[in-house]
Protein backbone atom coordinates (compact mmCIF):
# COMPACT_ATOMS: atom_id res chain seq x y z
CA UNK A 1 0.00 0.00 0.00
CA UNK A 2 1.05 3.23 -0.61
CA UNK A 3 -0.45 6.50 0.41
CA UNK A 4 1.65 9.40 -1.47
CA UNK A 5 1.15 10.15 -5.35
CA UNK A 6 2.98 11.90 -7.87
CA UNK A 7 0.86 12.76 -11.16
CA UNK A 8 2.67 13.71 -14.14
CA UNK A 9 -0.03 13.56 -16.94
CA UNK A 10 1.57 13.43 -20.55
CA UNK A 11 4.68 14.03 -20.27
CA UNK A 12 7.16 10.48 -20.75
CA UNK A 13 10.25 13.32 -20.64
CA UNK A 14 9.13 14.66 -17.41
CA UNK A 15 8.11 11.33 -15.87
CA UNK A 16 11.31 9.64 -16.61
CA UNK A 17 13.30 12.73 -14.97
CA UNK A 18 11.58 12.19 -12.06
CA UNK A 19 12.19 8.82 -11.54
CA UNK A 20 15.36 9.05 -12.13
CA UNK A 21 15.78 12.12 -9.81
CA UNK A 22 16.98 11.84 -6.80
CA UNK A 23 13.49 13.59 -5.43
CA UNK A 24 11.57 10.36 -6.69
CA UNK A 25 11.43 8.00 -3.56
CA UNK A 26 10.17 4.64 -5.10
CA UNK A 27 9.51 3.15 -1.49
CA UNK A 28 6.96 6.08 -0.58
CA UNK A 29 5.89 7.57 -3.36
CA UNK A 30 4.02 6.30 -6.80
CA UNK A 31 4.17 7.89 -9.70
CA UNK A 32 0.61 8.07 -11.68
CA UNK A 33 -0.02 9.07 -15.56
CA UNK A 34 -3.22 10.53 -15.00
CA UNK A 35 -4.61 12.25 -12.29
CA UNK A 36 -7.28 10.15 -9.87
CA UNK A 37 -9.63 12.78 -9.69
CA UNK A 38 -11.19 13.56 -6.14
CA UNK A 39 -9.80 11.29 -4.12
CA UNK A 40 -7.91 11.84 0.23
CA UNK A 41 -4.99 10.40 0.51
CA UNK A 42 -3.59 11.35 4.39
CA UNK A 43 -1.14 13.79 4.80
CA UNK A 44 2.29 12.88 5.48
CA UNK A 45 4.40 15.22 7.68
CA UNK A 46 6.67 13.20 9.41
CA UNK A 47 8.36 9.95 7.04
CA UNK A 48 7.85 8.29 9.72
CA UNK A 49 4.62 8.09 8.75
CA UNK A 50 4.06 4.70 8.24
CA UNK A 51 -0.22 3.73 8.15
CA UNK A 52 -1.23 -0.28 9.19
CA UNK A 53 -1.86 -2.08 6.22
CA UNK A 54 -1.94 -5.87 5.51
CA UNK A 55 -2.21 -7.30 1.49
CA UNK A 56 -2.79 -11.10 1.30
CA UNK A 57 -3.10 -12.68 -2.09
CA UNK A 58 -5.44 -15.43 -1.61
CA UNK A 59 -5.01 -16.80 -5.40
CA UNK A 60 -2.85 -15.62 -8.98
CA UNK A 61 -3.48 -17.30 -11.75
CA UNK A 62 -2.75 -16.28 -15.38
CA UNK A 63 -6.38 -13.99 -15.74
CA UNK A 64 -6.86 -13.74 -12.14
CA UNK A 65 -5.50 -12.12 -9.09
CA UNK A 66 -7.17 -12.22 -5.68
CA UNK A 67 -6.20 -9.98 -3.09
CA UNK A 68 -7.34 -9.07 0.49
CA UNK A 69 -6.45 -5.50 1.73
CA UNK A 70 -6.68 -3.91 5.67
CA UNK A 71 -5.61 -0.70 5.57
CA UNK A 72 -5.49 2.33 8.22
CA UNK A 73 -5.77 5.16 5.86
CA UNK A 74 -7.26 5.30 2.42
CA UNK A 75 -4.36 5.01 -0.80
CA UNK A 76 -3.06 3.27 -3.58
CA UNK A 77 -2.64 -0.81 -3.95
CA UNK A 78 0.31 -1.19 -5.93
CA UNK A 79 1.65 -3.62 -8.28
CA UNK A 80 4.49 -4.89 -9.81
CA UNK A 81 2.40 -6.09 -12.66
CA UNK A 82 2.26 -4.87 -16.31
CA UNK A 83 -0.09 -2.44 -17.02
CA UNK A 84 -2.28 -3.42 -19.95
CA UNK A 85 -6.14 -2.14 -20.87
CA UNK A 86 -7.16 -5.42 -20.98
CA UNK A 87 -7.39 -5.92 -16.91
CA UNK A 88 -10.07 -5.05 -14.99
CA UNK A 89 -10.61 -4.22 -11.40
CA UNK A 90 -12.91 -4.74 -8.90
CA UNK A 91 -12.92 -3.69 -5.30
CA UNK A 92 -15.97 -5.65 -3.35
CA UNK A 93 -17.45 -6.85 -6.64
CA UNK A 94 -17.66 -3.02 -8.00
CA UNK A 95 -15.37 -2.05 -11.01
CA UNK A 96 -12.61 0.40 -10.32
CA UNK A 97 -10.29 2.19 -12.51
CA UNK A 98 -6.58 0.74 -12.88
CA UNK A 99 -4.22 3.17 -12.92
CA UNK A 100 -0.92 3.57 -14.80
CA UNK A 101 2.11 3.42 -12.42
CA UNK A 102 5.96 3.97 -12.48
CA UNK A 103 5.62 4.29 -16.09
CA UNK A 104 4.38 0.95 -16.85
CA UNK A 105 2.93 -1.02 -13.76
CA UNK A 106 -0.29 -0.48 -12.06
CA UNK A 107 -2.62 0.44 -8.87
CA UNK A 108 -5.71 1.34 -7.91
CA UNK A 109 -7.55 3.80 -5.27
CA UNK A 110 -8.59 2.14 -1.98
CA UNK A 111 -10.29 3.84 0.72
CA UNK A 112 -9.30 2.46 4.40
CA UNK A 113 -11.14 -0.40 5.68
CA UNK A 114 -11.40 -4.34 4.79
CA UNK A 115 -11.38 -5.30 0.86
CA UNK A 116 -11.14 -7.96 -1.37
CA UNK A 117 -9.85 -7.35 -4.58
CA UNK A 118 -10.02 -9.17 -7.98
CA UNK A 119 -7.84 -8.18 -10.93
CA UNK A 120 -9.27 -10.26 -13.96
CA UNK A 121 -8.26 -10.61 -17.18
CA UNK A 122 -10.97 -9.67 -19.84
CA UNK A 123 -9.47 -9.17 -23.64
CA UNK A 124 -12.25 -9.54 -26.34
CA UNK A 125 -9.67 -10.55 -28.81
CA UNK A 126 -8.40 -13.38 -26.67
CA UNK A 127 -12.67 -14.18 -26.55
CA UNK A 128 -12.92 -14.23 -30.24
CA UNK A 129 -9.68 -16.18 -30.39
CA UNK A 130 -10.92 -18.63 -27.99
CA UNK A 131 -15.08 -19.18 -29.53
CA UNK A 132 -12.94 -19.62 -33.03
CA UNK A 133 -11.08 -22.27 -31.67
CA UNK A 134 -13.53 -24.00 -29.85
CA UNK A 135 -15.61 -23.98 -32.97
CA UNK A 136 -12.91 -25.46 -35.25
CA UNK A 137 -11.75 -27.93 -32.78
CA UNK A 138 -14.63 -30.59 -33.59
CA UNK A 139 -13.53 -30.40 -37.60
CA UNK A 140 -9.87 -30.63 -36.97
CA UNK A 141 -10.63 -33.75 -34.70
CA UNK A 142 -12.85 -35.13 -37.12
CA UNK A 143 -10.34 -34.96 -39.75
CA UNK A 144 -7.56 -36.65 -37.94
CA UNK A 145 -9.36 -39.36 -37.26
CA UNK A 146 -11.39 -39.53 -40.69
CA UNK A 147 -7.64 -39.42 -42.58
CA UNK A 148 -6.24 -41.54 -39.89
CA UNK A 149 -9.08 -44.39 -40.79
CA UNK A 150 -8.23 -43.84 -44.72
CA UNK A 151 -4.42 -44.30 -43.82
CA UNK A 152 -4.69 -47.08 -41.81
CA UNK A 153 -7.76 -48.90 -44.74
CA UNK A 154 -4.60 -47.94 -47.55
CA UNK A 155 -2.19 -49.56 -45.10
CA UNK A 156 -4.32 -52.80 -44.47
CA UNK A 157 -5.07 -53.29 -48.69
CA UNK A 158 -1.40 -52.86 -49.50
CA UNK A 159 -0.31 -55.83 -47.03
CA UNK A 160 -3.32 -57.55 -48.16
CA UNK A 161 -1.51 -57.76 -51.53
Known amino acids: MYYDIKVIENDSIALRKYMESNEFDYKRTLVLEKNPGNIKLPVIIDSLFNPKSNVKISDYKNDKILIDVESSENGFLFLSEIFYPS ?62 LRLRKKENEITEK
Not at 110 to 136: A, C, M, P, Q, W
Request: net charge positive; no cysteine; aromatic share 18%.
Open 87 to 148: WKAFIDGKETEIFRTDFSLRSIYLEKGNHKIEFRYSSDVYRVGKTVSLIILPFTLISLIYFG
